[in-house]
Protein backbone atom coordinates (compact mmCIF):
# COMPACT_ATOMS: atom_id res chain seq x y z
CA UNK A 1 0.00 0.00 0.00
CA UNK A 2 1.29 3.63 -0.91
CA UNK A 3 1.10 6.04 1.94
CA UNK A 4 2.08 9.14 1.13
CA UNK A 5 4.04 10.59 3.63
CA UNK A 6 5.73 14.33 3.97
CA UNK A 7 8.81 13.53 1.58
CA UNK A 8 6.53 11.63 -0.83
CA UNK A 9 4.09 14.43 -0.58
CA UNK A 10 6.77 16.57 -1.66
CA UNK A 11 8.11 14.30 -4.40
CA UNK A 12 4.39 13.94 -6.14
CA UNK A 13 4.24 18.05 -5.77
CA UNK A 14 7.49 17.85 -7.52
CA UNK A 15 6.24 16.05 -10.23
CA UNK A 16 3.24 17.31 -10.56
CA UNK A 17 4.30 20.88 -11.59
CA UNK A 18 5.83 19.52 -14.35
CA UNK A 19 4.42 20.95 -17.73
CA UNK A 20 3.06 17.68 -18.32
CA UNK A 21 0.73 17.77 -15.34
CA UNK A 22 0.06 21.13 -15.73
CA UNK A 23 -1.42 20.76 -19.53
CA UNK A 24 -3.64 17.55 -18.15
CA UNK A 25 -4.77 20.37 -15.68
CA UNK A 26 -5.86 22.60 -18.06
CA UNK A 27 -7.13 19.67 -20.07
CA UNK A 28 -9.17 18.62 -16.87
CA UNK A 29 -11.09 22.18 -16.73
CA UNK A 30 -11.56 22.55 -20.19
CA UNK A 31 -13.42 19.31 -19.61
CA UNK A 32 -15.48 20.57 -16.46
CA UNK A 33 -16.57 23.37 -17.94
CA UNK A 34 -16.67 24.72 -14.40
CA UNK A 35 -18.97 27.92 -14.02
CA UNK A 36 -19.04 30.85 -11.74
CA UNK A 37 -20.97 30.15 -8.54
CA UNK A 38 -20.61 26.37 -8.53
CA UNK A 39 -20.08 23.89 -6.12
CA UNK A 40 -17.30 21.97 -7.04
CA UNK A 41 -15.68 18.69 -5.54
CA UNK A 42 -11.58 18.03 -5.78
CA UNK A 43 -11.19 14.05 -4.26
CA UNK A 44 -8.14 13.34 -3.85
CA UNK A 45 -6.90 16.32 -3.83
CA UNK A 46 -3.23 16.29 -2.81
CA UNK A 47 -1.39 19.23 -2.62
CA UNK A 48 -4.12 21.60 -4.00
CA UNK A 49 -2.94 22.64 -7.31
CA UNK A 50 -5.75 21.68 -9.48
CA UNK A 51 -8.07 23.42 -6.51
CA UNK A 52 -6.39 26.32 -6.93
CA UNK A 53 -6.69 26.13 -10.22
CA UNK A 54 -10.22 25.95 -10.19
CA UNK A 55 -10.92 28.52 -7.38
CA UNK A 56 -10.84 31.72 -9.66
CA UNK A 57 -12.86 30.29 -12.53
CA UNK A 58 -15.91 29.61 -10.26
CA UNK A 59 -15.52 32.98 -8.55
CA UNK A 60 -16.14 34.90 -5.20
CA UNK A 61 -19.97 33.19 -5.28
CA UNK A 62 -18.62 29.43 -6.36
CA UNK A 63 -16.97 27.05 -3.33
CA UNK A 64 -14.49 23.97 -4.17
CA UNK A 65 -14.02 21.40 -1.39
CA UNK A 66 -10.81 19.36 -1.46
CA UNK A 67 -10.55 16.07 0.00
CA UNK A 68 -7.75 13.85 0.37
CA UNK A 69 -7.11 11.16 2.82
CA UNK A 70 -3.26 11.69 3.41
CA UNK A 71 -2.61 14.31 6.00
CA UNK A 72 0.64 15.34 4.62
CA UNK A 73 -0.78 16.14 1.11
CA UNK A 74 -3.63 18.62 2.72
CA UNK A 75 -1.12 20.26 4.96
CA UNK A 76 0.90 21.51 1.38
CA UNK A 77 -2.22 21.96 -0.08
CA UNK A 78 -3.66 24.62 2.56
CA UNK A 79 -0.26 26.45 2.36
CA UNK A 80 -0.96 26.79 -1.84
CA UNK A 81 -4.81 27.93 -0.81
CA UNK A 82 -4.77 29.57 2.10
CA UNK A 83 -5.47 33.12 0.68
CA UNK A 84 -8.27 32.00 -1.57
CA UNK A 85 -11.93 32.42 0.37
CA UNK A 86 -13.75 30.24 -1.98
CA UNK A 87 -11.60 27.17 -0.94
CA UNK A 88 -11.88 24.24 1.86
CA UNK A 89 -9.93 21.33 2.78
CA UNK A 90 -10.82 18.56 4.17
CA UNK A 91 -9.21 15.35 5.19
CA UNK A 92 -11.22 11.96 4.11
CA UNK A 93 -11.83 9.46 1.91
CA UNK A 94 -13.45 8.95 -1.33
CA UNK A 95 -14.87 5.88 -0.27
CA UNK A 96 -16.87 7.89 2.17
CA UNK A 97 -17.31 11.61 1.56
CA UNK A 98 -18.96 13.35 4.18
CA UNK A 99 -21.63 15.70 2.07
CA UNK A 100 -25.10 15.24 1.28
CA UNK A 101 -26.73 13.95 -1.69
CA UNK A 102 -27.10 16.28 -4.53
CA UNK A 103 -24.18 18.49 -3.20
CA UNK A 104 -21.77 19.55 -5.80
CA UNK A 105 -22.37 20.62 -9.65
CA UNK A 106 -18.90 19.38 -10.53
CA UNK A 107 -16.31 16.47 -9.30
CA UNK A 108 -12.66 15.88 -10.13
CA UNK A 109 -10.95 12.73 -9.10
CA UNK A 110 -7.68 12.64 -10.47
CA UNK A 111 -5.18 9.72 -9.73
CA UNK A 112 -6.95 8.71 -6.92
CA UNK A 113 -8.67 5.96 -7.85
CA UNK A 114 -5.75 3.12 -8.19
CA UNK A 115 -5.13 3.58 -4.52
CA UNK A 116 -8.91 2.92 -3.60
CA UNK A 117 -9.62 -0.87 -3.04
CA UNK A 118 -13.27 -0.55 -3.54
CA UNK A 119 -13.20 1.40 -6.90
CA UNK A 120 -17.33 0.64 -7.34
CA UNK A 121 -18.12 2.70 -3.84
CA UNK A 122 -15.93 5.57 -4.46
CA UNK A 123 -17.76 6.12 -7.94
CA UNK A 124 -20.83 5.27 -6.52
CA UNK A 125 -19.97 8.10 -3.85
CA UNK A 126 -19.12 10.53 -6.68
CA UNK A 127 -22.20 9.62 -8.19
CA UNK A 128 -24.41 10.42 -4.88
CA UNK A 129 -22.73 13.67 -4.20
CA UNK A 130 -23.27 15.09 -7.45
CA UNK A 131 -26.26 17.16 -8.60
CA UNK A 132 -28.58 15.69 -11.91
CA UNK A 133 -26.84 16.65 -14.25
CA UNK A 134 -23.76 17.22 -12.56
CA UNK A 135 -20.23 16.81 -14.12
CA UNK A 136 -17.18 14.30 -13.31
CA UNK A 137 -13.64 14.03 -14.87
CA UNK A 138 -11.73 10.97 -13.44
CA UNK A 139 -7.96 10.83 -14.50
CA UNK A 140 -6.03 7.33 -14.22
CA UNK A 141 -2.91 5.90 -15.28
CA UNK A 142 -2.12 2.44 -17.51
CA UNK A 143 1.10 1.62 -15.20
CA UNK A 144 1.19 -1.48 -16.98
CA UNK A 145 1.40 0.12 -20.22
CA UNK A 146 5.26 2.05 -19.07
CA UNK A 147 7.26 2.29 -21.92
CA UNK A 148 10.94 2.41 -21.13
CA UNK A 149 14.28 2.05 -22.38
CA UNK A 150 16.63 0.89 -20.03
CA UNK A 151 19.88 -0.95 -20.17
CA UNK A 152 18.77 -3.23 -17.19
CA UNK A 153 15.55 -5.01 -18.09
CA UNK A 154 15.63 -7.12 -14.84
CA UNK A 155 16.16 -4.30 -12.43
CA UNK A 156 13.67 -2.44 -14.30
CA UNK A 157 11.05 -4.99 -14.39
CA UNK A 158 11.83 -5.35 -10.34
CA UNK A 159 10.80 -1.55 -9.93
CA UNK A 160 8.09 -1.74 -12.27
CA UNK A 161 6.75 -4.95 -10.58
CA UNK A 162 6.82 -3.55 -7.04
CA UNK A 163 5.05 -0.43 -7.87
CA UNK A 164 2.35 -2.46 -9.24
CA UNK A 165 2.41 -4.13 -6.31
CA UNK A 166 1.45 -1.16 -4.29
CA UNK A 167 -1.19 0.40 -6.05
CA UNK A 168 -4.73 -1.32 -5.83
CA UNK A 169 -5.44 -1.02 -9.89
CA UNK A 170 -2.51 -0.59 -12.09
CA UNK A 171 -3.90 -0.84 -15.11
CA UNK A 172 -7.57 0.89 -13.62
CA UNK A 173 -8.37 2.95 -17.04
CA UNK A 174 -9.74 -0.31 -18.87
CA UNK A 175 -11.90 -1.16 -16.17
CA UNK A 176 -13.66 2.56 -15.69
CA UNK A 177 -15.99 2.71 -18.40
CA UNK A 178 -17.92 -0.21 -17.20
CA UNK A 179 -18.34 0.71 -13.98
CA UNK A 180 -19.54 4.38 -15.15
CA UNK A 181 -22.11 2.92 -17.00
CA UNK A 182 -23.08 0.29 -14.51
CA UNK A 183 -23.44 2.96 -11.75
CA UNK A 184 -25.87 5.14 -14.15
CA UNK A 185 -23.74 7.63 -15.36
CA UNK A 186 -24.48 9.42 -18.79
CA UNK A 187 -22.25 10.90 -21.61
CA UNK A 188 -19.26 9.01 -20.79
CA UNK A 189 -16.20 10.01 -22.97
CA UNK A 190 -12.73 8.76 -22.81
CA UNK A 191 -9.52 10.88 -24.17
CA UNK A 192 -5.90 9.46 -24.24
CA UNK A 193 -3.17 11.65 -22.94
CA UNK A 194 0.27 10.22 -23.39
CA UNK A 195 3.43 11.34 -21.34
CA UNK A 196 6.44 11.32 -23.63
CA UNK A 197 9.81 12.22 -22.35
CA UNK A 198 12.72 11.78 -24.78
CA UNK A 199 14.77 13.05 -22.91
CA UNK A 200 15.79 13.18 -18.96
CA UNK A 201 15.38 16.29 -17.61
CA UNK A 202 14.87 16.97 -13.36
CA UNK A 203 11.87 19.31 -15.03
CA UNK A 204 10.17 16.50 -17.13
CA UNK A 205 7.34 14.12 -15.17
CA UNK A 206 9.33 10.32 -15.93
CA UNK A 207 12.35 11.48 -13.92
CA UNK A 208 10.45 12.58 -10.53
CA UNK A 209 8.65 9.21 -11.12
CA UNK A 210 11.57 6.97 -11.70
CA UNK A 211 13.26 8.29 -8.73
CA UNK A 212 10.01 7.67 -6.74
CA UNK A 213 9.60 3.99 -8.31
CA UNK A 214 13.13 3.04 -7.66
CA UNK A 215 12.82 4.64 -3.73
CA UNK A 216 10.08 2.82 -3.70
CA UNK A 217 11.21 -0.60 -4.35
CA UNK A 218 14.57 -0.15 -1.65
CA UNK A 219 11.89 0.87 0.52
CA UNK A 220 10.29 -2.43 0.20
CA UNK A 221 13.68 -4.52 -0.36
CA UNK A 222 12.97 -5.30 -3.72
CA UNK A 223 16.17 -3.75 -4.61
CA UNK A 224 19.35 -2.15 -3.02
CA UNK A 225 19.94 1.21 -2.16
CA UNK A 226 23.13 0.50 -5.01
CA UNK A 227 20.95 -1.06 -7.15
CA UNK A 228 18.48 2.06 -7.61
CA UNK A 229 21.73 4.21 -7.74
CA UNK A 230 23.21 2.55 -10.76
CA UNK A 231 19.87 2.21 -12.51
CA UNK A 232 19.36 5.85 -11.96
CA UNK A 233 22.55 6.74 -13.04
CA UNK A 234 22.26 4.09 -16.01
CA UNK A 235 18.90 5.91 -16.79
CA UNK A 236 20.18 9.74 -16.77
CA UNK A 237 22.85 8.78 -19.67
CA UNK A 238 20.96 7.77 -21.68
CA UNK A 239 20.53 11.14 -22.66
CA UNK A 240 23.91 11.59 -23.65
CA UNK A 241 23.48 9.52 -26.67
CA UNK A 242 19.88 10.42 -27.37
CA UNK A 243 18.87 7.13 -25.95
CA UNK A 244 16.21 8.14 -23.39
CA UNK A 245 12.41 7.12 -23.79
CA UNK A 246 9.91 6.99 -21.79
CA UNK A 247 6.23 7.03 -21.98
CA UNK A 248 2.89 6.14 -20.23
CA UNK A 249 -0.82 6.71 -21.16
CA UNK A 250 -3.25 8.35 -18.99
CA UNK A 251 -6.81 8.94 -20.10
CA UNK A 252 -9.50 11.26 -18.71
CA UNK A 253 -12.92 10.23 -17.91
CA UNK A 254 -15.77 12.68 -18.29
CA UNK A 255 -19.74 11.31 -17.20
CA UNK A 256 -22.44 13.21 -16.34
CA UNK A 257 -25.11 12.34 -13.99
CA UNK A 258 -28.78 11.43 -14.90
Given at each position: MVIYDKKAAQNIELSYQTPEIARQRI???????LRA???VLDAGCGTGLLVHAMSSTIGSQGRIVGVDLSHDMLELAKDRCSELGNVELEQGSVTQLDFDDNSFDAASCIQTLLYVDDVETAL?????VLKPGGRVAII???WRGVVLNSPDDITTRKILDAWDA???SPNLPVKLTPLLKQLNFSAIKTTAIPI???SYSDVNFSSGMLEY????AVKNKVITSDDAQLWMKQIRD???TDSYFFCVNRFLFTAVKV
Amino acid sequence: MVIYDKKAAQNIELSYQTPEIARQRIQTLEALALRAGEYVLDAGCGTGLLVHAMSSTIGSQGRIVGVDLSHDMLELAKDRCSELGNVELEQGSVTQLDFDDNSFDAASCIQTLLYVDDVETALSELYRVLKPGGRVAIIETDWRGVVLNSPDDITTRKILDAWDAAVSSPNLPVKLTPLLKQLNFSAIKTTAIPILNTSYSDVNFSSGMLEYFSTYAVKNKVITSDDAQLWMKQIRDLSTTDSYFFCVNRFLFTAVKV
